[in-house]
T-cell receptor
């Protein structure tokens, strides 16, 4: 398997422009997560989906951010309009259903390589 | 208060040293615990899960103290290749697949 695929890897845009980030999860994984990472705030969960349905979007900063998952193999995170403070690395991750191993509940998340977004 | 707190470091140690990272979590309902590793400008990757009885994987030992809500990671005989940021991660069972990440502890192993 190719792992989680994200595109683009780098995006430079101007304030006010629309930005769309794309993610293809690992086949068979039914959880998909979008994270944002900055030096100041670390790794923050924005939203996650289970079986293509958004479960928790409490981390989405504001209405300028939206995420969709039209099918099991594709998700988008859109920022419209973008602002300089949105500059960050955006990661997509996927995981398989919760299970148990050795008595512990496990749910390893596999991360994509990230999209490095710069808004000028 | 952050849900998962770590000492950000950096920890600068010589090769061969033993180094320990600590982490505390605030939600007593947390059920699963992990250490992830993140190399510079790369994505986080699972290093190891943390079990109630403690567990070891080669040079790495993880411990969990539920009473104190404390997790630790011990690295013995550190290598240059261990240089990375180590993220403490917890999951609360009533939050489905959601993981809460600490800010990470930076480790730099020097020759």
């Amino acid at each position: 398997d190719a792992g989680v695929i994200q595109s683009p890897r780098h995006e430079v845009t101007e304030m006010g422009q629309e930005v769309t980030l794309r993610c293809k999860p690992i086949s068979g994984h039914d959880y998909l997560f979008w994270y944002r990472q900055t030096m100041m705030r670390g790794l923050e969960l924005l939203i996650y989906f289970n079986n293509n349905v958004p479960i928790d979007d409490s981390g989405m900063p504001e209405d300028r951010f939206s995420a969709k998952m039209p099918n099991a193999s594709f998700s988008t995170l859109k920022i419209q309009p973008s602002e300089p403070r949105d500059s960050a690395v955006y990661f997509c991750a996927s995981s398989s259903p919760l299970g148990t191993s050795g008595g512990a509940v496990w749910n390893e998340q596999f991360f994509g390589p990230g999209t490095r977004l710069t808004v000028l | 208060r952050k849900e998962v707190e770590q000492d950000p470091g950096p920890f600068n140690v010589p090769e061969g040293a033993t180094v320990a990272f600590n982490c505390t979590y605030s939600n007593s309902a947390s059920q699963s615990f992990f250490w992830y590793r993140q190399d510079c400008r790369k994505e986080p990757k699972l290093l190891m899960s943390v079990y109630s009885s403690g567990n070891e994987d080669g040079r790495f030992t993880a411990q969990l103290n539920r009473a104190s809500q404390y997790i630790s990671l011990l690295i013995r005989d550190s290598k240059l290749s261990d240089s990375a940021t180590y993220l403490c991660v917890v999951n609360t069972s009533n939050q489905g697949g959601k993981l809460i990440f600490g800010q990470g502890t930076e480790l730099s192993v020097k020759p």
